[in-house]
């Protein structure tokens, strides 16, 4: 894995508001305390979730952003990017791999966090097929899109993005997680993250117990001591 002291830029690309924050916002809140930048991807504004269906599916678009944005400024990021897909009909393609390779030379992280792109069979939510689309487009899109010259070549030529390489990509909620990250200094953060987005969440009876329940276990398995909490990733080197 990369040394703590050479990830200075992160890049998160994911499907829906509100996946980093169940995936990653407390790894996230560790990395922006020791100075990480970290922008925000999202491929989809979330049109197609919640059950509140007093608002059209453009009215939730912006809704979804404006939580969004306050979540990620719960754990201290401020550069958020939308590409506007429609959700639920993400689908692995050249243009959502140009798009996200776009958004790496912009922004030329040396870490991207994403969906892990296989089906979890041990537990189906974070298996949703925007998810798996926008996991693979993103690996697609680091290699060899985004690091290769002559990919996408109007990239270079129109828009003047050099190619860039990321040096390791960490994969939410798949099947075989071997990295655990100690969020406990720092799960009242993302539960104030995930609070953000009301659309969502406010109906959900039990939501904090059951989200911190989750963490919880994964504190087990990741050996902390007793009360402490972890987030889980797969950790892929790609240098
Ligand atoms: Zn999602």
């Known amino acids: 894995?990369?040394?703590?002291?050479?990830?200075?830029?992160?890049?998160?690309?994911?499907?829906?508001?509100?996946?980093?924050?169940?995936?990653?916002?407390?790894?996230?809140?560790?990395?922006?305390?020791?100075?990480?930048?970290?922008?925000?991807?999202?491929?989809?504004?979330?049109?197609?979730?919640?059950?509140?269906?007093?608002?059209?599916?453009?009215?939730?678009?912006?809704?979804r952003r404006v939580?969004?944005?306050?979540?990620?400024?719960?754990?201290?990021?401020?550069?958020?990017?939308?590409?506007?897909?429609?959700?639920?009909?993400?689908?692995?393609s050249l243009d959502l791999r140009r798009d996200i390779a776009r958004v790496i030379r912009q922004v030329r992280p040396d870490v991207v966090i994403t969906h892990h792109p296989e089906r979890n069979y041990q537990f189906i939510a974070p298996s949703h097929p925007d998810h798996r689309a926008v996991g693979g487009s993103t690996l697609d899109a680091v290699y060899p899109d985004a690091r290769n010259p002559y990919a996408f070549p109007e990239l270079l030529r129109d828009e003047g993005l050099e190619a860039w390489t990321v040096r390791e990509v960490w994969l939410t909620s798949g099947p075989t997680p071997d990295h655990y990250v100690d969020i406990t200094a720092n799960v009242d953060r993302k539960i104030a993250a995930l609070l953000s987005h009301q659309s969502q969440v406010a109906h959900v009876t039990g939501f904090e117990e059951s989200v911190k329940g989750r963490f919880l276990e994964w504190g087990k398995l990741a050996g902390l001591p007793e009360g402490g909490y972890a987030e889980a990733f797969q950790i892929v080197p790609t240098g």
């Open 67 to 92: 939580e969004q944005t306050a979540a990620a400024k719960h754990v201290g990021v401020t550069d958020l990017r939308f590409l506007g897909y429609s959700d639920g009909t993400v689908v692995q």
């Open 1 to 63: 894995m990369l040394p703590e002291n050479e990830i200075k830029r992160v890049l998160t690309v994911t499907a829906h508001p509100d996946d980093i924050d169940f995936g990653s916002a407390g790894t996230i809140a560790g990395l922006t305390d020791r100075g990480v930048e970290v922008t925000y991807l999202l491929v989809t504004d979330g049109d197609a979730g919640g059950n509140e269906r007093t608002l059209d599916n453009g009215g939730m678009a912006e809704l």
